[in-house]
């Protein structure tokens, strides 16, 4: 059975700092990996996905996330946060190739940007 | 496109009343479904409907019943609720399942709270 573990359940982060929030995941066959995230009193938005290729992936608004199959690990980087990353971010992972797209969502980390 | 639509937004229920949480898309996607999303323990697939006229049990499906009315309508009922039902309840729907992966995209959700 897939599982995902999220580390942290939360990360306070000054603005213009840094910031890692690590996710883990076990599987027996290949997977999907996603980040969501989940603004105040809103539903999920896809972040970024990885389906296969180049391991590092990237969104729109300067996350990155980068596939360590070794490690079994998709965490994920933004190298300067701003106040409006505030948000809960999920680490997902779905079946590969042949699967059906059934999520197995982990258990949320919230982020919590600070002026 | 309003994309992922639920309601009712907010919904207070007494033990052992019932009740129909409703879902429609309008992105003509053929997969549906329906997850709980607990504090510290992230999203939870309750049902799913990977077509117009079939039904699916995730995670979590015990207390709950599922009708795909059609093809943009996919309702969670709720036939005698339990306090340990009071979750956020969301709504996605996806392109189809099958061999590629197709994103979710999910409603505003519902807040249930049972007394």
């Known amino acids: 059975a897939q599982s995902v573990t999220q580390l942290d359940s939360q990360v306070p982060v000054f603005e213009e700092a840094p910031v890692e929030l690590r996710c883990n995941y076990s599987s027996s066959v290949s997977v999907y990996l996603f980040w969501y995230v989940q603004y105040p009193n809103q539903g999920l938005q896809l972040l970024l996905k990885y389906l296969s290729g180049s391991t590092l992936v990237e969104s729109i608004n300067g996350f990155e996330a980068e596939f360590n199959k070794s490690q079994t690990s998709f965490h994920l980087r933004k190298p300067s946060v701003h106040i409006s990353d505030t948000a809960e971010y999920f680490c997902a992972v779905s079946p590969g190739p042949g699967g059906y797209n059934k999520l197995i969502f982990g258990a949320g980390t919230r982020l919590a940007v600070h002026p | 496109n309003a994309g992922v639509t639920q309601t009712p937004k907010f919904q207070v229920l007494k033990t052992g009343q019932s009740m129909t949480l409703q879902c429609a898309q309008d992105?003509?996607?053929?997969?549906m479904y329906w997850y709980r999303q607990d504090p510290g323990m992230g999203l939870r697939l309750i049902y799913y409907s990977a077509s117009e006229g079939t039904t699916d049990k995730g995670e979590v499906p015990n207390g709950y019943n599922v009708s795909r009315l059609n093809k943009r309508e996919f309702s969670l009922r709720l036939e005698s609720a339990a306090p340990s039902q009071t979750s956020v309840y969301f709504c996605a729907s996806s392109r189809r399942q099958g061999k590629s992966y197709n994103e979710q995209f999910f409603g505003p959700g519902t807040r249930l709270t049972v007394l």
């Open positions: 992105m003509n996607h053929n997969s």
